[in-house]
T-cell receptor
Framework: EAQVTQNPRYLITVTGKKLTVTCSQN?????MSWYRQDPGLGLRQIYY???????DKGDVPEGYKVSRKEKRNFPLILESPSPNQTSLYFC??????????????FGPGTRLLVL | LAKTTQPISMDSYEGQEVNITCSHN???????ITWYQQFPSQGPRFIIQ???TKVTNEVASLFIPADRKSSTLSLPRVSLSDTAVYYC?????????????FGSGTRLQVQP
């Protein structure tokens, strides 16, 4: 089954304790992305990756890091989490063909609470 | 990047047709328009996508006028299960740097 998986689904942590949220897709997609969702703000892109070893900032990259060492994985790293990073996080992937049509497939979400 | 504007919320009744309009005045030549649906605590789900004129699939239609500065998502005969947030997304398939940005979303409430 084609899917995007995220782990963990729920996480409670404390300020300053480094954490990683994993994201994996089994569709051989080149493009992957991380979003955060906050009430009243919709979805905002944090980082994206066009392919292995190619990453770039989205709209709200501060406080986050990413890496793309393998095509299927795109972990989101919070080196020193702060309470303002409490949010619902979504990973997404898509192919990047020459056609304009594209569908982003989203993971189930990771709900993070930073105390 | 083209910024999008949508109504914050809409109400409808079961069986009615719902039209949600998205404005994207600064859409670029290579940009396309995509609509997603999101239920609470779930990831967004693709509904429909288009570049110009009209596109129809099994769940919705997308109308895009000639100037492409707006688009309208049409949901025929909605049901209670169509209650969700609908996002309009404008993005480009240009090679090189790309960052997709979601609009603010429209919360659709369908009542019996």
């Amino acid at each position: 089954e084609a899917q995007v998986t995220q782990n963990p689904r729920y996480l409670i942590t404390v300020t300053g304790k480094k954490l990683t949220v994993t994201c994996s897709q089994n569709m051989n997609h080149e493009y992957m992305s991380w979003y955060r969702q906050d009430p009243g703000l919709g979805l905002r892109q944090i980082y994206y990756s066009m392919n292995v070893e190619v990453t770039d900032k989205g709209d709200v990259p501060e406080g986050y890091k990413v890496s793309r060492k393998e095509k299927r994985n795109f972990p989101l790293i919070l080196e020193s989490p702060s309470p303002n990073q409490t949010s619902l996080y979504f990973c997404a992937s898509s192919s990047t063909g020459t056609e304009y049509q594209e569908t982003q497939y989203f993971g189930p979400g990771t709900r993070l609470l930073v105390l | 990047l083209a910024k999008t504007t949508q109504p914050i919320s809409m109400d409808s009744y079961e069986g009615q047709e719902v039209n949600i309009t998205c404005s994207h005045n600064n859409i670029a030549t290579n940009d396309y328009i995509t609509w997603y649906q999101q239920f609470p605590s779930q990831g967004p789900r693709f509904i429909i996508q288009g570049y110009k004129t009209k596109v129809t699939n099994e769940v919705a239609s997308l109308f895009i006028p000639a100037d492409r500065k707006s688009s309208t998502l049409s949901l025929p005969r909605v049901s209670l299960s169509d209650t969700a947030v609908y996002y309009c997304l404008v993005g480009t398939m240009d090679t090189g740097r790309r960052a997709l940005t979601f609009g603010s979303g429209t919360r659709l409430q369908v009542q019996p």
